[in-house]
């Protein structure tokens, strides 16, 4: 079975970053998209960033300039760089991954068709 395991989060300053790794275990092939998401209290989930099968990546408004998805598929581990972190970007971050493709389920990232889901890693960002 695919298990997720996300590690890297911790407390850092504001304008620091902060590096999220998320390890894969238990598949045969690669996935179509994989992604990082976040949930700060009080709030909706949300999609951070991505990245499918084409390598093509997508990132949320919030982020852009700042973060950076990647991943090393000998290693089978995604990974998020965060730079210049804000007190905003503090929230509980997760790896997910889906294999299934259907047109009908919009672009990679979309949060509700995402089949695997890591624990999470909780990110802090002080001041």
């Known amino acids: 079975q695919v298990q997720l395991v996300e590690s890297g989060g911790g407390s850092v300053q504001a304008g620091g970053s902060l590096r999220l790794s998320c390890a894969a275990f238990?598949?045969?092939?690669?996935?179509?998209?994989m992604g990082w998401f976040r949930q700060a209290p009080g709030k909706e989930r949300e999609g951070v960033a991505s990245?499918?099968?084409?390598?093509?990546?997508d990132y949320a408004d919030s982020v852009k300039g700042r973060f950076t998805i990647s991943r090393d598929k000998a290693e089978n581990t995604l990974y998020l760089q965060m730079n210049s972190v804000k007190s905003e970007d503090t929230a509980m971050y997760y790896c997910?991954?889906?294999?299934?493709?259907?047109?009908?389920?919009?672009?990679?990232?979309?949060?509700?068709?995402?089949?695997?889901w890591g624990k999470g890693t909780l990110v802090t960002i002080s001041s």
């Open positions: 997910a991954a889906r294999w299934i493709y259907n047109s009908d389920y919009g672009v990679c990232g979309t949060t509700d068709y995402m089949e695997y």
């Open positions: 238990g598949y045969n092939w690669g996935p179509y998209c």
């Open positions: 990245i499918d099968a084409d390598d093509s990546t």
